[in-house]
């Protein structure tokens, strides 16, 4: 692929390319090579529009229904940059195969890798079948941006992400915003959008589990540090905040009033929505649910261990009203630049701190607890497209 003009003139064409990105990024074994990939449709809550200016009115099947251009370029761009996360985080995680813990963890990252080239694979599907040359350009060049070369579309999926407890951070976490902003597009006004969540999300939960489950996991072997395993934390989480998007954020206000794109509880908030504050809105209630799963986690550390947390909201960001400002991790509090600079080291990781990561990973066989009796996770991959509609196979 590298240097090659193409134009995209079918879906198949597009599918060639997809097959050659997986060549030249090193992930094209075997159960990824054999796997089915294919564009799914579920259900959706309800076939009128939500919430927003056409609220009550039927959702659009295509493009032609939609009242302006303006809407129709923000639809796009929401279904480019969803795509582009998904392609992202395959090329990020793609050498932990040599070093997966167990067989049952590098069955669970060929899934995750799957499941991400599927989503995908399905938001090139709706650019491709919906907006003309434009979106065949933009599905070519969402295989033509790489991670690794730092040209992704968000600072998280630019990331590296090369050793295991970056992976289960990685999935419990950055995953997890994946899903609120996936269940965001699933109240879309543009019904084939919102019909690609249904699978999508059964599929992400997978990926949120293996996270979650995974640092569990350390934490009851007992052999990462705390502090160590606390800085990969508070890496991750305060990536995951950014990835809400800026504050004050016109964007978000024109995609709500148009109907595209929801509140993560849009169906069950009867509230009127504070259109200038949607991003941060549903930042906390992602920072809500992070500070109960940290506390999960925390509950399998030995005991006399130091409780793991959740960074504060405001720490290590680089973008909306906190960038560039200094603050404490654990406690909020506003720090002087100097301060902050002299402790960073002992909040996020560092060269020293991945090599320490590095060495117990592999001298301690028991850096990781088992999961003995778990299921093969590529013989159950199947079972959360059943019943799938409007599947068509490529």
């Known amino acids: 692929m590298p240097g090659k003009v193409m134009k995209i003139g079918t879906f198949s064409d597009w599918v060639g390319l997809f097959k050659e990105w997986r060549e030249e990024i090193g992930v094209n074994h075997d159960d990824i090579k054999n796997f089915q990939f294919d564009t799914l449709y579920g259900s959706i809550e309800t076939e009128e529009i ?46 932990l195969f040599q070093t997966a813990p167990t067989d049952w963890d590098r069955s669970a990252l060929t899934r995750v890798m799957i499941e991400e080239m599927r989503h995908g694979w399905q938001m090139c599907a709706l650019l491709i079948e919906h907006f003309g040359t434009t979106g065949k350009v933009e599905a070519q060049k969402m295989l033509e941006r790489k991670a690794y070369e730092n040209k992704r579309l968000l600072g998280s999926f630019n990331e590296e992400c090369d050793n295991w407890l970056d992976f289960f951070a990685y999935t419990d976490f950055v995953d997890r915003d994946g899903k609120f902003q996936l269940q965001m597009l699933k109240y879309s006004a543009f019904a084939p959008l919102g019909r690609s969540m249904s699978y999508m999300l059964r599929e992400e939960a997978f990926h949120m589990g293996t996270g979650n489950t995974g640092l569990a996991r350390i934490t009851e072997a007992g052999v990462v540090p705390d502090w160590l395993m606390q800085k990969y934390l508070n890496k991750w989480i305060s990536s995951a905040y950014d990835l809400f998007g800026t504050d004050h954020s016109s964007s978000a206000h024109w995609a709500y009033v148009w ?40 509950a399998g550390q030995k005991p006399g261990s130091e409780e793991l947390y959740c960074p504060d909201i405001k720490f290590n960001r680089n973008i909306g009203q906190w960038k560039g400002q200094f603050f404490h991790p654990k406690t909020g509090q506003p720090l002087e630049e100097k301060e902050y600079r002299q402790q960073l080291d002992a909040w996020l990781p560092t060269a020293a701190d991945k090599k320490l990561l590095m060495e117990i990973i592999q001298n301690e066989k028991s850096w990781i607890a088992p999961r003995p009796g778990a299921k093969d996770p590529l013989l159950t991959i199947g079972e959360v497209r059943k019943n799938a509609i409007n599947a068509s196979v490529q």
């Open 50 to 95: 939500s919430f927003g200016y056409y609220k009550g009115r039927p959702k659009w099947e295509n493009l032609r229904q939609m009242p302006t251009q303006n809407m129709k370029d923000a639809l796009m761009n929401l279904i480019v940059y969803q795509g582009d996360t998904e392609f992202a985080s395959v090329e990020q995680q793609r050498y």
């Open 259 to 298: 109907g595209l794109k929801g509140r993560y509880d849009e169906l069950k908030n009867a509230t009127n929505p504070d259109l200038d504050n949607l991003n941060d809105y549903n930042r906390h209630l992602y920072r809500d649910e992070c500070v109960q799963l940290v506390k999960r986690i925390s």
